[in-house]
């Protein structure tokens, strides 16, 4: 009975008009940011989090969360017209997605990915209003140990799954937690870092620096690079899948789709790395794997499923222990905060109004999209066509907007252009800013739990091992780090024991 009160509180939230507008803009602009290769809905979100500081809180993260997948819903559409991945996830769809184009039959293919999708979606918000509320009793039990060990495995765990070099990503991990350290100190009150700024002494804002190293940073990325996207096929024909269709791809959506949901709780890329599990697992199960990379259709079914099972996934850390699995959940979290709501153990209980409205508008969300999606196809087309000389420059201009009407603070907007020429450099240079804006916003809450860890234990280290959970969860971030060493010792023994075999 519980859960169909739940429901029903859900459905009453999300069901208002200003919410139900506020889920339809999210996914509208969702599906066109995920159309539009090169945009990625880290930047859109950082770019509209001022926009909703007037909002109920309800209706802005209903908003946000619809940009959130239904920019995965997009990217599928570019990934399988113009074979150039509209969204990170999609970049296996391009594999068979476009081939299936090429052959004449790009209808099916985003009409399997749209069902998928919308199938995936309800598989992973169900388990979602299971999942959340479970973790979140057993979160009460957390004390300050466990909580640092949590944020420990959470950044490890980024660093570890970085698509790049893991020293690259462990070297910006630190340095984001340098950069949380700034502002009042937790515990002593005192000022670091603020060299006399009013501005530093709140710490480095979310928003102004994720703006900088996803939107200002991916606008000076793309204006230096031309990309061609010519589309293979403008008229599309059978959009709805025939029953060989149905029959090839039943059993890839239910796989990716359970298996999308538990790589999204894993902190990290968890909707790119689903969508490549899922489509490993499917090529290794099929009967016919040579065909796969030729346009065969579970190649489309299974990882566009995954990838959108893995966002509801990916919302069960941050509402049951408040802790972002990646880095649009790290946007999550300063939303939430600016209307003054803290995510973690008790959140489902203090605002369940917010947490069944949130899990209801996700299916009502993936209800528009599917409706959506195959009548504007070929609006999406026309919108590829629009230059980046002129998309670029105007989320330039709204991101200028966007931070100074944060606080109406110069300052920031200085802080948003110095870390977006940062950014510049670091994608020139190979190094993500993923784990930087996590452990930016992981490092207060870590360095917090570290101190009081140490205050209860009067300054023995010991606690974090003797407590099992917390003994349990650092044993594994430190596997984690360890892993990637075994291979380089087993080189340079296998080195030195040529060297003495030579000798």
């Known amino acids: 009975m519980d859960v169909l009160t739940n429901l029903a509180l859900g459905f009453s939230v999300a069901l208002e008009p200003i919410n139900l507008l506020s889920c339809f803009i999210g996914v509208l602009l969702g599906t066109l940011i995920g159309v539009l290769p090169g945009i990625g809905p880290v930047a859109t979100i950082a770019l509209l989090l001022p926009l909703t500081f007037k909002m109920a809180p309800a209706t802005a993260i209903i908003m946000l969360a619809g940009i959130y997948y239904g920019a995965m819903y997009g990217g599928s559409t570019t990934s399988i017209l113009v074979n150039i991945p ?38 992973g918000v169900v388990a979602l209003m299971f999942f959340a509320p479970i973790l979140g009793a057993a979160a009460l039990s957390f004390g300050p140990p466990e909580y640092f060990a949590l944020t420990f495995l959470g950044l490890t765990l980024v660093s570890y799954l970085a698509q790049g070099s893991m020293t690259k990503a462990l070297i910006m991990a630190i340095l984001g937690l340098l950069a949380g350290s700034v502002g009042m100190d937790p515990v002593a009150g005192a000022e670091r870092f603020t ?44 959009l709805l899948p025939n029953l060989k269709d149905w029959k090839d791809s039943f059993w890839p959506i239910i796989r990716g789709s359970v298996m999308g949901f538990f790589i999204g709780i894993l902190p990290g ?20 794997p040579e065909k796969f990379g030729t346009g065969v259709i579970e190649g489309v079914a299974g990882p566009e499923s995954a990838n959108n ?11 049951s222990l408040g802790i972002p699995a990646n880095i649009v959940m790290a946007l999550f979290v300063g939303a ?53 000389s002129i998309l670029f420059p105007l989320i330039f201009l709204f991101c200028l907007i966007g931070v100074y009407s944060l606080n109406n603070n110069v300052v920031e907007i200085f802080i948003m252009v110095i870390f977006g020429i940062i950014g510049f450099f670091m994608r020139r240079f190979g190094f993500e800013g993923a784990p930087f804006l996590l452990a930016l916003v992981l490092g207060p809450i870590m360095e917090t739990s570290l101190r009081q860890s140490l205050l209860i234990s009067r300054g023995s280290f010991g606690i974090f091992f003797i407590r099992p959970i917390s003994g349990l969860l650092i044993a594994l971030a430190l596997v984690f780090l ?20 030579e000798r």
């Not at 917010?354 to 070929?378: D, K, R, T």
Request: charged share 15%; hydrophobic share 50%; with cysteine.
């Open 336 to 388: 939430l905060m600016i209307h003054g709501i803290q995510p973690g153990p008790l959140f489902i209980s203090k605002y369940p109004e917010l947490f069944w409205g949130l899990v209801v508008s996700m299916y009502v969300g993936n209800a528009m999209l599917l409706v959506l999606n195959l009548p504007l196809i070929g609006i999406w087309v026309r919108v590829l066509k629009i230059p980046y």
């Open 269 to 288: 890329p968890s909707a790119s790395i689903s969508s490549f599990a899922s489509y490993a697992v499917e090529k290794r199960l099929s009967r016919y």
């Open 195 to 238: 060299y006399g700024s009013l501005t530093l002494g709140d710490g480095l804002g979310l928003v102004p620096v994720a703006m900088g190293l996803f939107g200002i940073a991916e606008v000076l990325d793309n204006l230096g690079t031309t990309v061609g996207r010519d589309i293979y096929e403008r008229k599309l024909k059978g």
């Open 86 to 123: 509209g969204e990170a996830a999609s970049v296996v769809t391009c594999l068979d997605g476009y081939q299936m184009a090429r052959q004449g039959r790009a209808g099916p293919a985003l009409g399997i990915a749209a069902f998928g999708s919308f199938i995936a979606g309800t598989i």
């Open 482 to 501: 360890l892993t990637p060493l075994i291979p380089a010792l087993r080189k340079r023994r296998e080195a030195a024991s040529g060297a003495l075999e």
């Open 309 to 319: 099972a893995a966002t509801a996934g990916a919302f069960i850390p941050l509402l």
